[in-house]
């Protein structure tokens, strides 16, 4: 099949509308509160050195923190401002999506604007700032008569710079819920659509690209003394604006917002609670790609209505306990701690997203491990391989501890790559999911856990406080409690892991819906 | 009958850190006159230049401006009513010929059509084709006709002083010449106070009514090149002198005719 003929194209144009719209209004709207701070700070400071070299060095600091940290850290942030506006007040506002982005990436964007616009400033002919004090200019006339017009074209320039930026630094705020063109390349990364990676790749740099060269536009025109050029440029922006404003304009509420977290049996799972609820005759749609340190805060400031989590995730990082329960107790624990919150625990779906320390079935078997405790004897001259998050969690400390592990080294990767790695031998071990549908594609094995070091991760459905007594979402989510088992999940996960056009996290929720249904 | 004075500055003084480069000067200068104020490199001719229409601050003394202490008028007023040319022109690149002559007059808030036909009136006093030059942009101008814009600009709001900082420093012997004569049958015709600073003694004798002489801060003399002539300053002798003798070994060298 060539490329182009590829069905998931057109998948990927559906949802375009709604992805650059998003994109270009968090944008524009971060390009506009970086100019409207920066811009003055770069005027007000011009002729002051220290504050200067203050306001540079913070700026430069900000550029070096990592645009996905720098996002996700304005998440807790609010959440936080946001409570306690709440208290005082008695208002409070969403810490989710399109504020946090917004404010992250306005931040993000006053490095250049500043030091252009300071160093356009401070680069005028000293004789001309005389000679406009000369012909009886006040300090202001000459800002805004000479200084401004002669600095514009290296403040432009920043302006550009900023602005090529922010579009392409957007793409990552698609984990604290900010829908963009991020949300191709997330859900593309996770689910191996490489189709949806170039989309949102191709999109992003467009976007750019057209934004920079109407910008161009707008320099030239003001350069030049040219209003036709000045206005073509600002007609193209303001047409960019109003043409993302449309699709919004004709939707109404959004309804139910299902939640998803960064990985493929997430969007899988949410892609299938949408349909269900569609089916119900409610309507929902999928917010998927979140954090998962953001999409609990999310469900319970009722950002979104439902997601699916890991019973023992929500133990160890909700409730903070480092003890190990039996799966019925820790369950029921759970559901009174959430109760207490006003989260609805609606029930299991019926499988087990645990951590398994796994490696493949050949090794395992030459080298006689079956369990974990058979693995400590070989640990030492072994390498582990682990998500972002797991050398960090409890369950790896339970589990150094309950088995004496110690391995020679350890390494953090990208979920999706970790099995391939194992397979290939590039590293010894990985803390992979029991649920993946790779550990059977790539022949691998699953060690067991006779000291019950891991908790038990079971996957439950959770409703935001605002649909506690909601009967009819109820209705339509209950025939999905119990009905998945793991072998139906792994299947379902690793045609997701395909790479054609049967692999969409809507088409495999389509034939897991064919499976469970039947139940 | 002595006519009124237009500026006078009484024992003023003005310091840079140690170095003084005004120091305890008193000079008058009358309404109508033209004259010079010539001196080397680090002379204080600019400082004292600048002091008078408070782009500089004096540290003690008096400046008066027809009669007023300038310390008590608003510094932009002030300089509104003050015409000045600055050295090489001090053209704001980004502004047409039309829109630097006539920023003092906007500044002011005179009506567009008013400051229209002033532009064009100042085109033809200094000499300038109004359709060719009138929306061109400074850098499109040569060095003879950029200070010629100057010129225009630091006279269209009508002034009765002009304060003129090395005008023709940077010009040709040509356009220099032609540009001098033309500005100083204009300060005649407009009945201008002008007061320009020069460190060239020959161009301060073809142009002024009267020269002073400055040095580390201080009048050495003043008066006509007549005047200055008898001074027993070896100083002021010294730059009189080499006017005098680069005109001698001009006659030797150049063989006397009546081509011109």
Redesign the interface.
Known sequence: MSLFSDPRWGEALAHLPDYLGNHVRVSLAALALGLAVSLPLAILTRNRPAPRAILLAIASIVQTVPGLALLALFYPLLLLAASVTLAWFGVSFSAFGFLPAMLALALYSMLPVLRNGITGLNGIDP??I?????????AR?SLV??EL??ALPVMMAGIRTAAVWVIGTATLSTPIGQTSLGNYIFAGLQTQNWVFVLFGCFASALLALAVDQLLGLIEGGLHR?SRARTALGAAGIAALVAATLVPTVGRSSQGYVVGAKTFAEQYVLSALLRDRLQAAGLPATARSGLGSSVIFGALKAGDIDLYVDYSGTLWANQLHRTDIKPRAELLTDLKTSLAKDNITLLGELGFENAYALVLPKKRAEALGIRTIADLAAHASTMSIAGDYEFFSRPEWAALQKAYGLSFRAQRQMQPDFMYAAVASGEVDVIAGYTSDGLIAKYDLVALDDPRHAIPPYDAILLLAPKRAGDERLQAALRPLLGKIDIATMREANLRASGNDANSSPDAVAKWLWGKVGER | MPSKLAISYQHVTKSFGPLKAVDDLSLDIAEGEFVAIVGGSGSGKTTLLRLANRLIEVDGGIITIEGENVQSVDPVALRRRIGYVFQSGGLFPHLSVADNIGITPKLLGEPAADIAARVDELLGLVQLDRNAHRSRLPEALSGGQRQRVGVARALAARPRIVLMDEPFGALDPLTRDALGDDYRSLHRKLGLTTVMITHDMTEAILLADRIAVMRSGKLLAQGTPAELSNSSDAYVLELLRTPRRQVERLNALLPQSGAA
């Open positions: 004789a001309l005389e000679a406009a004090k000369g012909v009886g200019m006040t006339q008569m000479v017009p002669l003394r």
